[in-house]
């Protein structure tokens, strides 16, 4: 069954560092991935979304992602971290039919300290 | 920015009660998705709709939860008979086509 595993619960970066939040996933087939951040008591908003095609994709505010297919992993990045980028990041995965559900990581909580 | 709506923000009930949140979808997007977040951010696919039909659902849905997108007025998403377990944050999401979803703000369920 589709899934994805987020392995790092809690993430605390230096603001001006660089990021790397890990996303690994289960899927027969090609997969859609996607990117999602929750600011405090709000809904989720895309960052980015990968389909089948170039593996690096690029996102908002400066984040970009990876797919790779050896490795079942869709990492994100994000070269320099400002002190707002500090939510809650999840990773889904969805089947290429439209309209189709996607499933949700746990979440990796982004801390960022000065 | 996303321009879904849901309402109410907030929702408390006592076990046993009702509980009915509702949803406006993006204009002119036909797919509806509602899921459950937990505490835990642990996030559990209710039921989905294209235009006023469903596309999918769990067995959760079929039992105690009830959902309806009718044409020209929101969709809601309605608990017969809340349990404590229920306590969780509710979200809709629409989506024109290839997948990407735009979700609203929530509405969070708190069964007492």
């Known amino acids: 069954a589709q899934s994805v595993t987020q392995p790092d619960a809690r993430v605390t970066v230096s603001e001006g560092a660089s990021l790397q939040l890990r996303c690994k996933y289960s899927?027969?087939?090609?997969?859609?991935l996607f990117w999602y951040v929750q600011y405090p008591r709000q809904g989720l908003q895309l960052l980015l979304k990968?389909?089948?095609?170039?593996?690096v994709v690029q996102g908002v505010n400066g984040f970009e992602a990876e797919f790779s297919k050896s490795n079942s992993s869709f990492h994100l990045r994000k070269a320099s971290v400002h002190w707002s980028d500090w939510a809650v990041y999840f990773c889904?995965?969805?089947?290429?039919?439209?309209?189709?559900?996607?499933?949700f990581g746990t979440g990796t909580k982004l801390q960022v300290v000065p | 920015n996303s321009k879904v709506i849901q309402t109410p923000r907030y929702l408390v009930k006592g076990q046993g009660q009702k509980a009915k949140m509702r949803c406006i979808p993006e204009?002119?997007?036909?797919?509806v998705f509602w899921y459950q977040q937990n505490k835990n951010n642990e996030f559990k696919f209710l039921i989905n709709?294209?235009?006023?039909?469903?596309?999918?659902q769990i067995d959760m849905t079929e039992k105690r939860f009830s959902a309806e997108c009718p044409s020209n007025s929101p969709c809601s998403l309605e608990i017969q008979s809340s349990e404590a377990g229920d306590s969780a944050l509710y979200l809709c999401?629409?989506?024109?086509?290839?997948?990407?979803?735009?979700f609203g703000a929530g509405t969070r369920l708190s069964v007492l």
């Open positions: 999401a629409s989506s024109l086509e290839q997948n990407t979803l735009y």
């Open positions: 899927y027969f087939g090609t997969p859609y």
């Open positions: 990968y389909y089948p095609g170039d593996p």
């Open positions: 889904a995965v969805s089947m290429s039919n439209s309209g189709t559900y996607q499933r």
């Open positions: 204009k002119g997007h036909p797919v």
């Open positions: 709709f294209q235009n006023q039909e469903v596309l999918q």
